[in-house]
């Protein structure tokens, strides 16, 4: 029964001379995941709200699944559009709008008439009063109670009189686009994922890079990690993922490194590696899924000697968060299925059995040192040898 979707968003609202640059972005988006969904839309604005008409027959369990991964979206209101044909025909049209939405009458409701045009020939409480006694001749067991109405019944008069009743919630945040790019180290785990998500959702646009050390990681290990950048592909747009083959590092590392500080040393090459190819293509800052004290490279500590070798910001978003909390993100965005499956990463296989947890800076230096004969040419053969995939939902 429903044609349309009426876009309710949050923060946007309070953008002032830039709001419309924030409603342009939150279309384009809303747009894009409309793109998969069977049926035709139309996607327009029109003083402060955002609409979603569908032009054909429409999935509208796939439209509401879509719409309400759309970050900057707060609210979804499935709703019916009518031509403006007279107070009567209007009663009419609610009374048959609220029989086919509410089989179950023994309910409250509550009426709220807006005018956003003034010509209309009456106003708004008498809209309210009117339009109620219609609904309760119609529908007996129904109730008003106008503080906590089950039934909040708007009616907004616009060009066409817009009936809406329902609000699905949205995920809230800001549209994709909106504030730049960032390059997120994607792993295999479960954190990244959800950094990346919370980050998409401030309305950051997110490219990724993955270190993988063939033949110690599988081919299979990689396509969960593909598979992971696809399930966030699903909030975030499509997403240019950088493939990078870091076994020769790693075994370099291992080879000349005090072991306990592998972790350390590594990580830090792969911060270097990521700043290169987000300077490259135009992101602003790092993204990791860290949070203080998880294992012996996240404490303050750790993630100081890893933040040393990056002259961006490095972005991490779940830096106060419990495993438990990042876990109950993860299964409601649901990427915590594929981040459990059981394929190794390449920093669990070198993994030294006693990590350092206050690692000394001088002394990592120090050790980073006796890379020194090769490790540039390493990298550059990283850089030089990473493929790009480019990841759609
Ligand atoms: P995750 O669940 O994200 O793997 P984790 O708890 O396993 O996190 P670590 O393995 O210590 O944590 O990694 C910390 C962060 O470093 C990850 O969240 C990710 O951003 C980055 N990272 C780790 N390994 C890789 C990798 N192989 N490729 C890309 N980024 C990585
Ligand atoms: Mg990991």
């Known amino acids: 029964m429903f044609q349309a979707f009426l876009i309710k968003y949050g923060e946007i609202g309070i953008k002032g001379k830039n709001r419309h640059l924030f409603e342009d972005a939150l279309m384009q988006q809303i747009k894009y995941a409309l793109k998969p969904v069977e049926g035709e839309f139309k996607v327009s604005k029109e003083q402060g709200r955002v609409y979603v008409e569908a032009l054909s027959e429409f999935d509208y ?17 499935p709703a019916v559009l009518l031509e403006d044909q007279g107070f009567d025909k209007l009663c009419q049209d609610v009374v048959s709008y609220l029989d086919a939405c509410y089989p ?17 020939p009456m106003e708004s409480m008498e809209i309210n009063a009117k339009l109620g006694e219609k609904i309760l001749q119609a529908f007996p067991e129904m109730k008003v109670d106008v503080h906590e109405p089950e039934i909040l019944l708007n009616i907004e008069i616009r060009q066409k009189i817009n009936l809406y009743s329902q609000v699905i919630p ?89 072991h306990e500080e592998l972790t350390i040393i590594m990580r830090r090459y792969m911060m270097k590696i990521a ?13 990791t899924g860290e949070s203080i004290g998880q294992v012996a490279s996240q404490t303050m500590q750790s993630l100081a000697a890893t933040n040393e070798v990056c002259t961006m910001p490095v972005y991490r978003p779940l830096i106060g968060f419990d495993k438990q909390e990042i876990i109950d993100v993860a299964e409601r965005i ?7 499956l059981p394929y190794e990463d390449c920093c669990t296989i070198f993994v030294a059995k006693h990590p ?37 939902e």
């Open 356 to 392: 350092v947890t206050k690692p000394n800076l001088k002394m990592i230096r120090r050790s980073e040192q006796k890379l020194a004969e090769k490790i540039d040419e390493m990298v550059q053969a990283a850089i030089e040898t990473a493929e790009t995939i480019i990841v759609r």
């Open 334 to 340: 649901g990427t915590y299925e594929t981040s459990i």
């Open 104 to 120: 179950d009458k023994h309910k409250t409701f509550k009426v709220h008439a807006r005018r956003a045009r003034k010509d209309y």
């Open 275 to 287: 700043e290169h190819f987000a300077r490259e293509t135009g992101s602003m800052g790092l993204i």
């Open 61 to 77: 369990e796939e439209a509401v699944a879509s719409l309400e991964r759309v970050f900057g979206i707060v609210g979804i209101c």
């Open 170 to 258: 949205g995920p809230g945040g800001m549209p994709v686009g909106t504030s730049g790019k960032g390059m997120l180290l994607l792993s295999g785990g479960i954190d990244s994922p959800v950094a990346g998500y919370m980050i998409a959702k401030r309305g950051v646009k997110i490219d990724a890079v993955y270190f993988h050390a063939p033949p110690y990681t599988s081919e299979r290990a990689k396509q969960k990690v593909v598979d992971l950048a696809k399930l966030v592909a699903r909030y975030s747009g499509p997403i240019y993922l950088k493939v990078v083959n870091f076994t020769d590092i790693q075994l370099y590392i291992y080879e000349k490194c005090p």
